[in-house]
């Protein structure tokens, strides 16, 4: 199973409370703390809803075949839009009921307890409120999903769900995405050479991630004459005169990196526009859906803070080359 695949099931899946990476306590704590929690798996309903509904007014199709469409534009590789297939099968039945019935996709995700919210807190919602008020409208779409079948399916998934973190197979992409560090990361420094999954769209690229003497931002060894090892790609010495190239080039220059604590803003969470609007989609729309996803649908190589990639400032400040951590969270 490929890592974007499992956090597509995380995200989607994880629905009536956030994972727990600790799951021998689960049951004896019956509560989960895990950080792709209930927002992810609510924006993500209520996303897939309104395409659905879209795609059905676009195509003039039943939901049904909509649902199927949509997960046809779906990447294959990995195998996410066989993934989209399953989950119509979980709960496309109560998606087209909840439809039919005129409801949109805040009461429909809500009525699936795929959004939940605190009793206390006003309900959040995208579209307008519904006649009546949204709390009201959800309850009785709520007694519409009791009376099928859908909550035994669901707790049936929700069962297989919680054992995936357990599997020794999976676990160390649930620790991953609990700690916020790198996947791969052969010598455990906290960098990689790998780009998602918290890897060097997060941080400075490992250039030896067998070393874990070597890693960016590391206070350069005698000067880098010998190797890089701040991976900032200044290395090695003047033969004319001696002088390494770091210490002729980066001395006196004050190099400072960057870290970057913060929410969903600092992450630089985004969705592009052409994956809400129907109209235009096609398979390329979602070409970049499976790196989005093990980026937890964060795009931190274009933050404000920790962007690489697109730069306008071409190769300037070398020796700050890679210095940058983003331990941004949703």
Avoid at 123 to 139: F, T
Avoid at 258 to 263: A, F, K, S, T, W
């Amino acid at each position: 199973m490929s890592p974007a695949w499992l956090i597509l099931l995380l995200m989607l899946c994880g629905s009536s409370s956030t994972v727990s990476i600790r799951y021998e306590k689960f049951y004896q704590k019956q509560s989960l703390g895990f950080s792709v929690d209930n927002r992810i798996s609510c924006i993500g309903c209520i996303l897939l809803v309104s395409l659905t509904e879209q795609l059905a007014q676009v195509h003039n199709s039943s939901i049904q075949d909509a649902m199927e469409l949509l997960c046809s534009y779906l990447p294959e590789k990995p195998n996410v839009s066989g993934l989209c297939t399953v989950l119509i099968e979980i709960y496309g039945a109560e998606i087209i009921k909840l439809l039919n019935h005129k409801w949109n996709g805040d009461v429909v995700c809500h009525a699936m307890k795929l959004c939940n919210n605190d009793p206390d807190q006003p309900v959040c919602h995208i579209y307008q409120q519904p006649k009546g008020g949204i709390r009201k409208a959800i309850m009785q779409a709520e007694k519409t999903v009791k009376q099928s079948n859908f909550m035994k399916k669901s707790e049936i998934v929700s069962n297989v769900y919680l054992k995936l973190c357990s599997l020794p197979i999976l676990r160390n992409i649930c620790d991953a995405m609990e700690t916020s560090t790198p996947l791969e990361d052969f010598d455990h420094d906290n960098f990689s050479g790998f780009p998602t999954l918290r890897g060097y769209h997060w941080r400075g690229r490992d250039c030896n991630d067998f070393d874990m003497s070597i890693y960016p931002g590391k206070r350069p060894r005698d000067w880098d004459a010998l190797n890089d090892s701040n991976c900032n790609g200044i290395w090695g010495f003047d033969p004319e005169d001696g002088i390494p190239h770091e210490k002729k080039f980066c001395e006196g220059t004050d190099t400072k990196g960057i870290i970057v604590l913060g929410d969903s803003a600092a992450a630089h969470f985004h969705i592009p526009p052409q994956w809400m609007t129907a109209l235009n989609m096609s398979k390329e729309t979602f070409a970049d859906l499976p790196m989005a996803l093990s980026n937890e649908l964060d795009w931190p190589q274009f933050s404000l803070y920790t962007g690489f990639q697109n730069s306008t400032n071409g190769n300037l400040n070398r020796c700050n080359h890679r210095d940058y951590q983003s331990i941004a969270r949703n």
